[in-house]
């Protein structure tokens, strides 16, 4: 609920006070709408094909501009590859981030759906990340995708979860 100076005069001493609790109340807004949402896998996603399967999914409109990052927890016997799908848009930068073996990282950057092409010939069971910026054109989602190289399998875990905001 928004005060106005005037009815906040009738409980605060002066104008500094006055200020300061509009600051604070600012503030708590701020963080509220930065907060961002989250959403949680609440069962394993398994994937034994070279064919990208869906994991989570976000809702995003268009016109607006969307802060998102993909985390979610693997196992696996094969390589694999993890990326995001979605609608038509107008700006689009992501990173995905996930292990190659026990010393090493797979590292994309990428401003299209579906990269990398394809998927690493292995992989340790571990965390992937795939972060970014969307400003879609039109209504829809945005998915995190996975693929197995196709020799074993990949399975993201429940648990595995993603955090997004409408930064404009």
Do not use: H
Request: hydrophobic share 40%; glycine share 8%.
């Amino acid at each position: 609920m928004r005060y106005s100076r005037s009815q906040l005069a009738k409980f605060l001493p002066d104008n500094e006070s006055i200020r300061l609790f509009e600051d604070v109340i600012n503030t708590a807004e701020r963080a509220d709408i930065n907060a961002g949402n989250v959403l949680v896998l609440s069962a394993d996603v398994s994937n034994s094909t070279t064919t990208l399967v869906d994991v989570l999914s976000i809702p995003v409109a268009g016109g607006a501009i969307y802060r998102f990052e993909f985390t979610s927890i693997y196992t696996g016997t094969d390589g694999c590859r993890w990326t995001v799908d979605g609608v038509a848009f107008d700006l689009l930068s992501y990173t995905s981030d996930y292990a190659l073996s026990a010393t090493a990282r797979t590292v994309n950057n990428a401003s299209a759906y579906g990269v990398p092409a394809s998927a690493n010939a292995s992989t340790v069971p571990g965390i992937s990340r795939v972060f970014g910026i969307i400003k879609p054109t039109v209504n829809g989602t945005l998915k995190l995708q996975m693929a197995s190289a196709g020799a074993g399998s990949i399975t993201a875990k429940a648990g595995s979860f993603v955090n997004w905001t409408k930064i404009a």
